[in-house]
């Protein structure tokens, strides 16, 4: 069980490295590959919000948005959910 976690999250940061590099493509496709893995990871779901937000892709980042909302409902503390609200206004 625990390598099962390390691989998805050495897959979450591979995601996030290829999203501050840019290459907006290959970050969707490791966010996806993750949430077909691991459905409703918040990082992966963040992460594909971003790459979806920076590509153009206007509904595919609120539909990432509104999952990462509801599965962080009620942590008002965590950035991500407030980046996630302040999307969907």
């Known amino acids: 069980m625990f390598k099962s976690g390390f691989i998805y999250s050495q897959r979450i940061a591979y995601g996030e490295i290829l999203l501050e ?4 493509e ?5 966010f996806e590959t993750s949430l077909i893995r691991m459905p409703n990871r918040p990082r992966s779901l963040l992460g594909l919000a971003r790459a979806y937000e920076r590509t153009g892709n206007a509904e595919g980042a609120a539909t990432q948005y509104r999952k990462l909302s509801e599965i962080w409902d009620g942590r008002e503390s ?3 959910l407030q980046e996630a609200r302040q999307y969907l206004q």
């Open 21 to 24: 590099l840019d290459l907006l």
């Open 26 to 30: 290959d970050a969707i496709a490791k």
């Open 78 to 80: 965590l950035t991500g």
